[in-house]
């Protein structure tokens, strides 16, 4: 069953978003907002460009699927509760968009464009019962199930990349994408459900069971 907890409770949920979203987000912004030493090896540039769009198309992935679930949340407490948490992730998720831009760019490649709709690569998650569109809560398990995999497609990725400087963003932006399930994991605690917010040491496709919640 769910219930709203005290104010209290909800200031604590509000200062731990603040303090993962401005010290990790704004990390990984301003290691890849350096100057950036260019791999002297063309191939080298172009590998990590591929990889680079690969998560550019995640992040756009991300920031479309908080504004059309969004627009299905409810104005009750919870409703309320997880656009607040959806809006905060979305603008961590542009600033990683407009970051990886710019790097593709200085690399000498081009940034894929956002799609209009992806709705499709969605609905994988729904079929699986990762989440769903038809409540608050749901929502809420579906941004977990992606923020979840994102933060283990960074874990991935990035250990392919040639360039230290990318390396050390990626990492920076892969943590933030751990942080944002951690904090839809501590809302559904604030409400009452019986769970460890941090369930596993690792997020990994080992331990990705552990940290999404189904339907």
């Known amino acids: 069953m769910y219930r709203t907890k005290s104010s209290q409770s909800a200031s604590r949920r509000q200062l731990i978003k603040a303090g993962i979203f401005g010290a990790v987000g704004i990390a990984g912004v301003s290691v890849a907002s350096n100057a950036i030493a260019m791999p002297s090896n063309k191939a080298h540039a172009k590998d990590d460009i591929k990889i680079l769009n690969n998560a550019l198309f995640y992040e756009h992935q991300a920031i479309w699927a908080y504004s059309f679930a969004a627009g299905k949340l409810t104005g009750s407490n919870v409703g309320k509760a997880v656009l607040a948490i ?26 894929v464009m956002a799609k209009s709709d992806y709705l499709e690569t969605v609905k994988p998650y729904l079929e699986k019962g990762e989440g769903n569109l038809d409540s608050d809560v749901n929502i809420a398990k579906l941004a977990l199930a992606l923020e979840t995999d994102a933060a283990i497609a960074y874990t991935t990725e990035i250990a392919q990349l040639k360039t ?52």
């Open 86 to 111: 959806a809006l905060a992730n979305q603008a961590d998720h542009k600033q990683h968009r407009d970051t990886l831009s710019m790097v593709i760019r200085q690399l000498g490649g081009n940034p």
């Open 164 to 215: 230290p400087a990318l390396i050390t963003a990626g990492a920076s932006i892969g943590s933030t994408e751990a942080s944002h399930a951690t904090v839809i994991r501590a809302a559904f605690q604030s409400l009452g459900v019986d769970l460890k917010v941090v369930p596993a040491s690792f997020v990994s496709a080992d331990t990705r069971e552990a940290w999404i919640i189904r339907v």
